[in-house]
């Protein structure tokens, strides 16, 4: 929408039908995020959360007008996944929480397949965000995790309150802010699908819920909210996107303050046929297969480019200590110790220094030590999961070795490198920079 506006007002937002709270409840028959609701709370408990919204308002605006481009770089946001149940069926299993990743990656990267459902009068405003997402390697204290925390509770189910995330009320404290991404997993009451914090709220509770039922793309997740778009859409509202129609109900008032989304009377839900026509925003009407309106799973498959802008400002800006987070970086080895020219002091063991000089341009060096002779792989992975380098596979002596990686032919941006010899496995982040 074409507004902007300063002043955040939250109104309460469609209550969906529902039955009983258990795992036997009746699936929603609409979208309903709780989001706005929670602002309101948010800000009634916290007078001064309103003048840090302006303020963040601000910096996005200036961010915006100050890079009128973007440049090549991907982010990529360490996510721990919190999963609180009380029966066995909200223990979702770690492939439905994999598959839940694997939708944000494509959704945000714009790899969803059924992108191509965007009618052809809003192709053009589709785009690449550019936002990876990563299940945690390393917990706050540097140790191995999966990124997965399971807490069992007495809860029968959890409301929009935000006791899930307090150990103290059933739930489970969330990791550092300031590096991760939390997303609580459990049975949410009142037939709400999902909520999140927007920035600028506190560090104590900011993150994202989401009902176990409407989570990933498998075990437990349930049509029509079964392919993801559930969590896509509340890590929206996490990255400082409104609600496409602006939260003005169905006034055409309101603003999602986004410059490249359609003005819009109130949100559209199920599958609605292009083209939808409110608030005399013809010929081509609502852009209601946006992740940000309330239709169907099936039927949402696009950020704008101005919404992807308005993400990364916000990354760059208030949620910039998720840039130098190393929440997915190789897990920290004990009593490693390197010299100042990275190479290890420890023969007996199987060691992946991190490579130097690192940001780098366009080589760089990786060493490691072989405690033992064997086939070795290294290889390097951009932040899709796609090799695009093979630098060593081939038999290799005990001992410290040196290899000098090019990345001439590669774009700026967040790589993997990974060894490997045997039962051996170890991986390091480097950062391209041109």
């Known amino acids: 929408m074409k507004k902007f506006a300063f002043i955040f007002l939250a109104l309460l937002l469609p209550v969906s039908l529902f039955a009983q709270d258990g795992d036997n409840a009746s699936i929603p028959q609409s979208r309903n995020c709780s989001t706005m609701e929670v602002l309101d709370?948010?800000?009634?408990?916290?007078p001064d959360y309103q003048e840090r919204l302006n303020q963040i308002e601000l910096q996005v605006q200036d961010y915006l007008k100050s890079n009128p481009e973007r440049d090549n770089l991907i982010i990529?946001?360490?996510?721990v996944v919190h999963v609180v149940y009380r029966t066995t069926a909200q223990n979702i299993s770690t492939s439905q929480i994999q598959s839940q990743i694997n939708v944000l990656n494509a959704d945000f990267r714009k790899l969803n397949s059924d992108v191509s459902?965007?009618?052809q009068a809003f192709a053009g405003l589709a785009t690449d965000c550019q936002i990876n997402f990563c299940l945690a390697t390393r917990d706050p204290n540097g140790a191995v995790t999966t990124g997965i925390t399971r807490t069992k509770t007495t809860k029968?189910?959890?409301?929009t309150n935000d006791y899930v995330k307090k150990t103290s009320r059933g739930g489970k404290d969330p990791w550092p802010a300031s590096s991760y991404l939390n997303i609580w997993v459990c049975n949410l009451s009142g037939g709400v699908l999902g909520y999140a914090q927007f920035p600028g709220g506190s560090a104590t509770t900011d993150g994202v819920v989401i009902g176990y039922k409407y989570f990933g793309t498998t075990g437990a997740a349930t049509y029509p909210f079964n392919l993801g778009r559930t969590a896509t859409h509340e890590v929206g509202h996490w990255l400082n996107l409104r609600h496409i129609w602006g939260d003005d109900g169905t006034g055409c008032t309101g603003s999602d303050l986004v410059s490249d989304t359609p003005n819009q009377g109130g949100y559209n839900f199920g599958c609605p046929s292009f083209p939808k026509v409110s608030c005399s925003n013809g010929p081509n009407g609502d852009l209601f297969m946006n992740y940000m309106d309330y239709t169907d799973d099936r039927c949402m498959f696009m950020f704008t480019t101005g919404q992807s802008g308005r993400m990364n400002a916000t990354i760059s800006g208030t949620r910039a200590s998720l840039l130098s987070s190393s929440g997915c970086a190789a897990p920290i080895v004990e009593n490693q110790e390197e010299t100042n020219d990275n190479i290890?002091?420890?023969?007996?063991?199987?060691?992946l220094n991190q490579n130097h000089p690192n940001p780098f341009n366009p080589t760089t060096s990786i060493s490691f030590n072989l405690p033992a002779a064997g086939q070795v792989s290294l290889k390097v992975f951009d932040i899709s999961g796609k090799e695009v380098a093979g630098l060593v596979d081939n038999?290799?002596?005990?001992?410290?070795?040196?290899?000098?990686?090019d990345a001439s032919a590669l774009s700026?941006?967040?790589?993997?490198?990974k060894l490997a010899s045997g039962n051996n496995v170890s991986m390091r982040k480097m950062l391209l920079i041109k």
């Open 41 to 46: 709370r948010l800000m009634k408990e916290d």
């Open 412 to 417: 700026s941006g967040v790589y993997y490198y």
């Open 76 to 79: 990529n946001i360490p996510v």
């Open 117 to 119: 459902g965007v009618p």
């Open 156 to 159: 029968t189910s959890f409301s």
């Open 395 to 405: 038999y290799l002596e005990a001992g410290r070795h040196s290899i000098n990686f």
């Open 344 to 351: 290890s002091l420890s023969p007996d063991k199987f060691v």
